[in-house]
């Protein structure tokens, strides 16, 4: 019989958990958890994940990990604040276990290029990795292994890409209010989505932010940090076309029923390869993993995505990392991941507090898919 695997939750009361823990089932399971509340303000919810007071841990903000959390764990998910997270990855390695980090290694890229080095220097590599869910989404994993080769192959380089991922206010992220501060990454590293997948599916290396612009389009989220970025990119690579360029446009906080995911590839002989990706929760409760188009000038194909959930292969990946099996992602991938976050982060030039005009154009062009 396979043995199961003790997982510690770090934020385990929070948004990320909630969507990992239903993926479990019978090889990992939660056995304590960390977070900075009472455990009796988040009582009922760690109690449906099985979690008793003995084995929750309630420390200070930006407090030191207890060593009694360790004690029998063999994997530990990160997700707290993102500000947290290098100093609670470096804590969990240096316990002896491997480390599941939500979104971000750190927040910004000295931060990075400091746990990159700690990490290779201490023989940990391939037991820590960023969980930057879209890379495993069906529809990712689809491009990766048929669409992306099979565009290529017949429609030449890439010449540009578009993408647009935006949503409309939620409660959810009225309560993540912090996720928009500069000191946990601000926007872009929120909605790293198509950067990463343009990074490490398509192999783009982002030379340089051509420009970028921050936008305040919902006050009720953060009155001065921008909740939506334009930005321009020059790309490089292999399979990319000279002068190659990205745009990309994330928010949050838009108009109700404004959700748009959508990432379009432009190839060198005119053919358009367009991925239509399905919010995380709908995928889980309708099974829709999302769509694509290839139009090669007036020639459609069309496809679904299927497969697992991106969470079920989180679980794949603990297991991998805690028996010495296997990494998601190379040390170098990670930096070519989190590249055009710092590009990003230096190239806003202005931030816009925008009027209901601003923003409903910026929506449009969003929609549009503007160059």
């Not at 960023?130 to 994993?141: I, R």
């Not at 030449?156 to 647009?164: D, E, Q, Y």
């Not at 030379?207 to 321009?232: F, L, Q, R």
């Not at 296997?326 to 030039?349: H, Q, T």
């Amino acid at each position: 019989m396979a043995r199961t695997y003790a997982l510690g939750g770090i934020g385990a009361g929070g948004h990320w958990y909630g969507r990992l823990h239903p993926f479990l089932k019978e090889r990992v399971r939660l056995l304590k958890a960390v977070g900075i509340t009472r455990f009796e303000d988040k009582h009922d919810i760690l109690e449906s994940y099985g979690l008793t007071k003995d084995r929750y841990f309630q420390v200070v903000v930006g407090g030191s990990l207890p060593n009694a959390f360790f004690e029998g764990i063999d994997v530990v998910h990160v997700a707290s604040h993102n500000q947290f997270h290098q100093a609670q990855t470096v804590e969990c390695l240096e316990h002896g276990v491997a480390v599941v980090v939500e979104k971000t290694l750190a927040i910004n890229e000295a931060g990075t290029e400091d746990i990159l080095t700690y990490i290779q220097r201490n023989g940990h590599e391939g037991r820590v990795a960023p969980h930057v869910h879209y890379l495993e989404k069906a529809l990712a994993l689809e491009l990766r292994h048929k669409l992306w080769p099979w565009a290529r192959q017949r429609s030449g380089k890439l010449v540009r890409a578009i993408a647009t991922f935006i949503e409309d206010v939620s409660e959810d992220d009225l309560r993540r209010q912090w996720l928009f501060k500069p000191e946990n990454g601000g926007i872009f590293m929120d909605w790293i989505h198509p950067s990463a997948m343009l990074a490490n599916v398509c192999g783009a290396h982002f030379a340089s932010c051509e420009d970028a612009i921050g936008y305040v389009v919902n006050p009720a989220y953060d009155p001065a940090n921008p909740t939506a970025i334009e930005a321009h990119f020059r790309l490089t690579g292999p399979n990319l076309a000279p002068n190659a360029s990205a745009t990309i446009r994330v928010g949050k906080g838009f108009p109700p029923g404004v959700r748009f995911k959508r990432l379009r590839l432009e190839f060198e002989k005119g053919a358009v390869l367009e991925l239509a990706f399905t919010d995380t929760e709908k995928e889980i409760e309708t099974g829709q993993k999302g769509n694509w188009v290839f139009d090669d000038q007036g020639s459609v194909e069309k496809g679904r995505a299927t497969g697992p959930s991106s969470y079920e292969l989180l679980v794949d990946e603990m297991l991998g990392m805690i028996e010495k099996r296997k990494a998601p992602l190379s040390l170098a991938e990670m930096r070519e991941i989190y590249r055009p976050v710092w590009l990003c982060l230096a190239g806003v030039d202005q931030v816009v507090r925008a009027d209901a005009s601003q923003v409903d154009d910026l929506m449009q062009r969003a929609i549009a898919m503007k160059p």
